[in-house]
């Protein structure tokens, strides 16, 4: 298989993985490094948040594939999403941070570091590695804020809806393809005392991958990426109403997901999965590790939404995170020859067949060793399954949106959900965040 430069859009994320792993890695700092370098000067120090299985092994072999080849010595810490973005401004700003830090992309995210002047622009860099021929187009838009380069994408994601066909096929039920199907399947399945959706909206990010889902496959991916990325379109139009209504009020009431979902923690919602309390997890391909290790033996696949309406099936996807360069670094040539080793083919083939990772490059995956589950995930990634240009969207949280339009996604549908907002005045509150955002 090959991932290669393509014009359709692509975003999500995604902080299930970042916040499911291992107490001792998920609750504060974690040093991994690999020691100080020979000659006493200091270490090129890096944050990332592959705190999980398989992908932080894969992340310790990449990081010294780069380290015995230029003699470079790398200080690792790991912590998960939310702890990076409580702790990385500060550290950034202090100039005690990292010299390197994998970050959320997106004007709510990044974006606030670099508006804080945080962030070292990569434009001379790129030139100089030939990053702008090298990672996909869409990846560029992606970590480029107000025209410039910032980061460098590293994984290129989808939102998705996971389904044990095992479970499913033992409970004489079938896997849904359309809307109308969907919520027949939810009532069916919640009739036999199954959960039908793994999915809770406690944590900030879990509502904007479901709300992207749904705004994708009702107005297209294309339609999604100029709002995202240009502000053409706004937040409450009809269809955006129509997919707040389907997915936060009308898979409720048929049963879809648990009681109080807004008490639900999304790294609890995907051990229901994999402990076959569940059917499905709304979920993302970053997540194929875990899956893979939590439910072996079983027959798992991933999915875009239903069809709604007839109209075609959209994944939204896109890279997630990316490595900044801190401005204050004084390594700033020596992180970006670190970066440009991060996509060299023997780093991306560990990202690919044990990490699990598909980074934003073209690459040609044959005679790799990949799972069912994997080469599903890579297609999703390719061309959604299908036609990139109609089966690949954006996800409503990357582009322009704010951290105000951000926290009005998730304290709306919260309320939504309670029956304390209607459809159409959280489309309308999305409508005024956005524009008190720009």
Known sequence: MNIGRRTAPGPSRRDFMRLSGAAGAALGLSACGFGRSDGGGSALNVWDQFTTSPQNEAVRKVYDLYRRSAGVTIDRTTQPGDQMTTVGKTALASGTGPDVIYYEVGKGNAGVLAEAGLLLPLDDLAAKHGWLNKI???????????????????????????????????????????????????AKAKAKKLIPIAYGQADVYPCWWAFSLMTNNIVGGK????????????????????????????????????????????????????????????????????????????????????????????????????????????????????????????????????????????????????????????GAAQNGGGDA??????????????????????????????????????????QKAWEKGR
């Not at 998705?160 to 039920?173: E, H, P, Q, R, V």
């Not at 240009?230 to 129509?242: A, E, F, Y």
């Not at 389907?246 to 999965?273: E, R, T, W, Y």
């Not at 670094?329 to 990202?351: I, M, T």
Request: glycine share 12%.
């Open 136 to 186: 996909t187009p869409f990846a560029l838009r992606e970590a480029r804020l107000d025209g410039k380069l910032y980061g460098l994408p590293n994984e290129t994601e989808t939102t998705a809806l996971f389904y044990n066909k095992t479970l499913i096929d033992k409970s004489g039920l079938t896997v849904p393809r359309t809307f109308d199907e969907l919520l027949s399947f939810c």
């Open 223 to 378: 339609a999604m990426g100029d709002l995202v990325f240009d502000g053409k379109g706004s937040w409450n139009t009809p269809q955006m109403k129509q997919a707040i209504q389907l997915f936060f009020v009308d898979l409720v009431k048929a049963g879809a997901f648990i009681d109080g979902l807004n008490s639900l923690h999304g790294p609890d919602a995907q051990s229901m999965f994999l402990s076959g309390k569940a059917l499905m997890n709304l979920n993302g391909t970053w997540a194929v590790g875990a899956v893979e290790k939590g439910l072996p033996g079983q027959e798992v696949g991933i999915m875009p939404m239903p069809s709604i309406d007839g109209g075609d099936r959209v994944y939204p996807a896109g890279t997630g995170s990316a490595y900044y360069i801190s401005a204050k670094s004084k390594r700033g040539e020596e992180a970006g020859a670190f970066l440009d080793s991060l996509y060299q083919p023997e780093a991306l083939r560990v990202w690919v067949e044990q990490g699990k990772i598909f980074p934003p490059v073209p690459f040609d995956s044959s005679g790799w060793s990949l799972s069912p589950l994997q080469k599903q995930a890579l």
């Open 389 to 430: 240009t109609r089966n690949l969207g954006y996800s409503v949280n990357h582009g322009k949106a704010s951290p105000g339009f951000l926290n009005a996604m998730t304290s709306g549908f919260q309320a939504v959900v309670q029956g304390r907002k209607t459809p159409a005045q959280q489309a309308d509150d999305l």
